[in-house]
């Protein structure tokens, strides 16, 4: 039986997706002071990039949304807190999001 679902468990996928930016943003927040915010963003964005691949709409956007809130967390000021305080680092985060749920789009039409 063939099914569209890449998986046949879309829930480890999406919690998964969901995981995956948060260790990637704790692994980047120990490079913190030697790494740009923009370059860790773009590796943040490659994690979406891996979730958008498996195919599943929910695990892309969970990716996205996660990696946006590990970029907060972990890579701005102040750090371990939900706030921003620097116009630059919400325009960053939001831009985050949006190229996740571009990305995760452009992965399914393809």
Do not use: K, N, Q
């Amino acid at each position: 039986m063939t099914t569209d679902r890449p998986t046949s468990h879309p829930s480890a996928t999406r919690w998964g997706a969901a995981a995956l930016p948060v260790l990637v943003g704790a692994l980047l927040a120990l490079l913190r002071g030697t790494l740009a915010e923009s370059t860790a963003a773009m590796v943040l964005v490659l994690t979406v990039v891996a979730a958008a691949a498996t195919g599943d709409r929910v695990a892309g956007i969970a990716a996205a949304l996660t990696a946006a809130g590990s970029f907060d967390f972990f890579l701005t000021e102040p750090y371990l807190s939900l706030s921003i305080h620097r116009t630059d680092d919400v325009e960053l985060a939001v831009v985050l999001v949006l190229v996740g749920l571009a990305v995760t789009e452009i992965a399914l039409w393809g």
